[in-house]
């Protein structure tokens, strides 16, 4: 029993050793020692995060592994937000043949007249001046579609209520409530501008999504002229 602990301890040791002494942990524990360790080391309410090597690994831990998920959602969000990807999807999706989730880019241009601003969609999304929009970053957020919204249980919803949706969704959305007074007083869904995942203008208003190709998990554009 005591030889088979020794040769276990003993494996245990050699491996810690092979850690300790590659290029990589040496680098990472210098990098934790120079940054995080001193840092919290400032403040006597984190100092004893870091005060034995044991809290310093677990510090380090959390730290770094808060910072890889952080980083994660952030490119994800970018990714899907500039069309570079498209969200996983579940197993159970779109069971049901229709596109039942999409993905809404949202961007404004205020102060410019509805003829002038539909001239210039019908060219596509590139067409549109960037620094004409009011928002240098879109929103983006994430449409789910119920069943009850169908225009038939085979079908799916068409356009026509996607566009209506969009726009109850920005009325309701924090951004209007705080700008809603350089607004147009009234907003309809033809103020409301859809474009596909590359850019191209939507207007057949009838039609399913799944018909004017739009799938679970695409991301639409929406430019609205508020």
């Not at 990714?79 to 197993?91: D, N, R, T, V």
């Amino acid at each position: 029993m005591n030889s088979t602990q020794e040769y276990l301890n003993g494996m245990l040791y050699s491996a810690r050793d092979i850690v300790v002494n590659t290029t990589t942990w040496q680098v990472v524990s210098g990098f934790t020692n120079k940054y995080l360790v001193s840092f919290l080391q400032k403040s006597d309410h984190t100092a004893q995060l870091v005060s034995t090597p044991i809290s310093i690994f677990i510090s380090a831990f959390f730290a770094y592994g808060l910072t890889l998920i952080v980083g994660y959602e952030i490119i994800s969000y970018l990714g899907i937000s500039f069309g570079w990807w498209k969200p996983g999807l579940g197993a159970d999706d779109n069971e049901d043949g229709c596109t039942s989730h999409v993905f809404v880019s949202l961007n404004t241009l205020p102060g410019r007249k509805t003829e002038d601003i539909s001239v210039i969609c019908e060219k596509g999304l590139d067409a549109i001046p960037k620094k004409e929009y009011e928002l240098e970053y879109p929103i983006l957020f994430h449409f789910e579609i119920s069943k009850e919204d169908y225009i038939h249980p085979d079908l799916g919803t068409n356009l026509k209520l996607l566009r209506t949706r969009v726009l109850d969704w920005f009325l309701d959305s924090q951004q209007y409530y705080l700008n809603k007074d350089k607004y147009r007083s009234e907003m309809t869904a033809e103020h409301v501008y859809l474009f596909d995942k590359d850019g191209q203008p939507l207007k057949k208003e009838e039609s399913t999504l799944d018909a004017l190709g739009i799938k679970n998990g695409h991301t639409i554009h929406a430019v609205i002229a508020c």
